[in-house]
């Protein structure tokens, strides 16, 4: 057993704070991770407060989880002592339904998430990122790139695989154009990873105030929603649509705006089920679609891809002292683009 550090919630209504607990004992087939930096997802905040239901305590949140290999065990063939390595939103999973076996654990009808879940023992609660280790088994661990900073990489283990799957499903790449609703931490993402595939990009925000971002982030377009005529502009514009806000919003505007045969993905989940029109799916012969991170393959696929193109999550450090903080920050939408904790401050 591992003793850890961590910062935990106790309850949904009470403020994280400093919590131990221990790790499992390294197994043939595991790996003990030196946490070094853990990124802070929207969903780690809807999760403590359980505004999803079922939420579990105490809960370590954290599931953008970046370190150093301590150790592994007598089995294990792919890592090694030193290793710089990732772990995301996912730890486990059957391995035996047609999703698993094909490559989509994300899927699977009985994933082991990394935090805010059981062990495949049904007992045991499985705990996140906010912490100084982590005990994973190898098939969950993603290898990161040489070249990329390892603070900066900790978001595309959800951030970034939550925008290139859906982008590289539907074949986002030259000669195709993608619009992006939201400039947040999934936002930003998906227009360095579908800028970089060769797509022509445009940000679709509210208001123009982060125009100059979206320039600098590679976007060849900014259409600002609330302007008047902004849709009508855009009518039959975009073959992909990539919707990573979590904010009630008119899905049938952002349809319209579908060349025939476009797909809207939806990547971020709104407080309400929208309520959508049929005949803007039937005219155009639209798609409107749902993706959910990706499986461990494609996570190292991007991983790599992200490697090749020197594309990292633009960030902001905090010691863990501040997650509170950082958490009322990340709700007013005060961060560009996302926290990044630095794990050596609960040391």
């Known amino acids: 057993m591992y003793p850890t550090k961590a910062y935990a919630a106790e309850s949904a209504v009470k403020p994280l704070g400093p919590f131990e607990f221990n790790r499992r004992a390294v197994g043939p087939n595991d790996i003990l991770i030196d946490i070094h930096f853990c990124g802070i997802c929207h969903s780690d905040i809807h999760q403590v407060r359980d505004e999803w239901g079922h939420s579990l305590y105490p809960m370590v949140p954290g599931h953008e989880i970046v370190g150093i290999i301590a150790q592994v065990g007598a089995q294990v063939k792919k890592f090694k002592p030193g290793d710089r390595v990732g772990v995301g939103c996912l730890v486990e999973s059957c391995r035996e339904c047609p999703e698993c076996k094909e490559g989509y654990e994300q899927y699977c009808p009985q994933p082991v998430f990394t935090y805010n879940c059981k062990e495949k023992d049904g007992k045991t609660l499985t705990q996140g990122g906010y912490s100084t280790r982590i005990v994973v088994n190898e098939d969950f ?77 590679g976007a060849d377009h900014y259409c600002a929603t609330a302007e008047a005529g902004t849709f009508e502009k855009l009518a039959k514009t975009f073959d992909l649509i990539i919707c990573t806000v979590s904010v009630d919003v008119d899905w049938n505007q952002y349809l319209n705006t579908l060349k025939r045969d476009g797909t809207m993905v939806v990547v971020g989940v709104p407080p309400k089920s929208p309520t959508v029109n049929a005949a803007n799916l039937i005219f155009g012969r639209h798609s409107l679609a749902g993706s959910l991170i990706g499986g461990i393959r494609e996570t190292q696929e991007m991983l790599d891809f992200c490697g090749k193109h020197n594309i990292v999550s633009d960030i902001e450090m905090i010691p863990i002292q501040k997650v509170n903080e950082a958490y ?5 939408g005060d961060v560009k683009f996302r926290f990044v904790i630095d794990i050596a401050s609960l040391k």
């Open 328 to 332: 009322e920050r990340v709700i007013k």
């Open 141 to 217: 661990v993603l290898r990161l790139p040489e070249n990329l900073p390892m603070n900066a990489t900790a978001p595309l283990l959800c951030a970034g695989i939550t925008t290139y799957s859906p982008l590289r499903h539907w074949k986002a790449g030259p000669g195709k154009k993608v619009g992006v609703i939201g400039l947040g931490g999934l936002g930003h993402m998906a227009v360095k990873i579908a800028k970089a595939m060769g797509a022509e990009v445009s940000v679709l925000s509210r208001s123009r105030k982060k125009e100059t971002d979206a320039k600098r982030l």
